[in-house]
């Protein structure tokens, strides 16, 4: 498929392709701390207020921040040297020679490395994850995953998983996969363990699956996280799931997606992290070659026909706005990090006074 040249500040390669990034990361911060009430901006700068204290986590379809979005994982979790995997150099290679149509050949090195120390980490995660349930299970788990998050106390309990690997066999449900140790309770950010299956990391190292699942069996009844609020998008359902981020969007249909993951995220009390979100952007040329997943997002691409705040998205502005938000709520928390330090150092000290009075 052609390509056009764009600037490596606009994020947006082709006609056909937007998915690359080559600013540098910094640390965002994705969770905002709703024990009272907070808000974040949407996309015209208004802003949106949640108070959750009296509501029904369960029959609002609620998602509490110890369920967030957690597709992301750490840099340092993903290093991993040439000797540990002898197909490092063919995946550098390949992302390589797809990143220099759009960058200098200085840029497109550095995030050619990005995108293979990703790659390999993420099949190594994969290889582990078969071992313990099997090929056909771990795509299964992918797919809940995406479209049900990490947390496997609010995963649909009638699901089973059929399982074929070395640890187990048999049809289990998330409950049992998760009392025999082989998935993690709610994700890779609250349990670093690297012995379980972490529902977040899998959903994110096999992203296209909840799409080929919905496309293939033409289902619209998917069960899913739910936002708590209507999302205006014209963004098809089988790409409303944060790790649809990483495939290879069209122009239309990454607008249409940023919209919806800021909004979704903002749902459910998250900010929208660009880091994350940038992090999975760059992992889209992987799938490139895959002629079935382009063609139908190819199809989409032509078909869609933006709402007016979609339309609006410069992704430049877009980035720059959101890396700002979360600044705020980084500094908002690290305040409060540091109040609740104060307030515990002053409470111990009464308590120590009173024990010696």
Same mark, same amino acid.
């Given at each position: 498929m052609p390509h056009t040249p764009?600037?490596?500040?606009?994020?947006?390669?082709?006609?056909? %392709?937007?998915?690359?990034?080559?600013?540098?990361? @910094?640390? &965002?911060?994705?969770?905002?701390?709703?024990?009272?009430?907070?808000?974040?901006?949407?996309?015209?700068?208004?802003?949106?207020?949640?108070?959750? @204290?009296?509501?029904d986590e369960e029959s609002f379809g609620y998602v509490s921040k110890d369920d967030l979005e957690e597709e992301h994982i750490c840099d340092d979790d993903e290093e991993v040297t040439s000797e540990q995997n002898t197909d490092y150099l063919d995946f550098l290679i390949e992302a390589y020679d797809s990143l220099l149509s759009r960058y200098n050949s200085?840029?497109?090195?550095?995030?050619?490395?990005?995108?293979?120390?990703?790659?390999?980490?993420? %099949?190594?995660?994969?290889?582990?994850?078969?071992?313990?349930? &099997?090929?056909?299970?771990? %795509?299964?788990?992918?797919?809940? &995953?995406?479209?049900?998050?990490?947390?496997?106390?609010?995963?649909?309990?009638?699901?089973?998983?059929?399982?074929s690997g070395e640890v187990m066999k048999g049809d289990k449900t998330i409950k049992q996969l998760v009392q025999s140790d082989i998935i993690s309770q709610k994700g890779s950010k609250y349990d670093s363990s690297n012995k379980k299956i972490h529902l977040n990391l899998i959903a994110a190292a096999i992203p296209h699956a909840a799409f080929q699942y919905?496309?293939?069996?033409?289902?619209?009844?998917?069960?899913?996280?739910?936002?708590?609020?209507?999302?205006?998008?014209?963004?098809?359902?089988?790409?409303?799931?944060?790790?649809? &981020?990483?495939?290879?969007?069209?122009?239309k249909t990454r607008k249409a997606h940023l919209h919806w993951s800021s909004q979704f995220l903002k749902s459910i009390n998250c900010t929208f992290n660009p880091n994350i979100y940038k992090k999975n952007m760059r992992q889209a040329v992987v799938y490139e070659n895959m002629e079935w997943l382009t063609e139908r997002l190819d199809d989409i691409e032509g078909s869609l026909t933006l709402n007016t705040k979609e339309n609006a998205i410069d992704s430049k502005q877009f980035f720059k706005k959101h890396y700002a938000i979360a600044q705020k709520v980084r500094a908002k928390a690290a305040k409060q990090n540091e109040e609740g330090k104060k307030k515990k150092t002053r409470a111990d000290r009464r308590k120590s006074q009173n024990a010696t009075g």
């Open positions: 764009e600037s490596s500040d606009q994020l947006v390669h082709s006609t056909a %392709r937007c998915h690359d990034d080559s600013s540098e990361d @910094s640390n &965002g911060y994705a969770i905002v701390d709703n024990s009272s009430e907070s808000s974040t901006e949407d996309e015209e700068g208004d802003s949106a207020k949640y108070n959750t @204290s009296d509501e200085k840029q497109a090195v550095a995030l050619a490395s990005r995108v293979t120390f990703r790659r390999i980490y993420q %099949r190594s995660l994969i290889q582990e994850a078969v071992k313990l349930v &099997g090929k056909d299970a771990v %795509r299964e788990l992918a797919i809940i &995953g995406s479209s049900q998050g990490s947390n496997t106390k609010k995963i649909n309990k009638t699901i089973k998983v059929t399982c919905m496309n293939d069996t033409q289902t619209t009844d998917i069960v899913r996280k739910k936002p708590r609020h209507s999302i205006e998008t014209t963004l098809p359902l089988q790409l409303q799931y944060l790790e649809a &981020g990483a495939l290879p969007l069209g122009t």
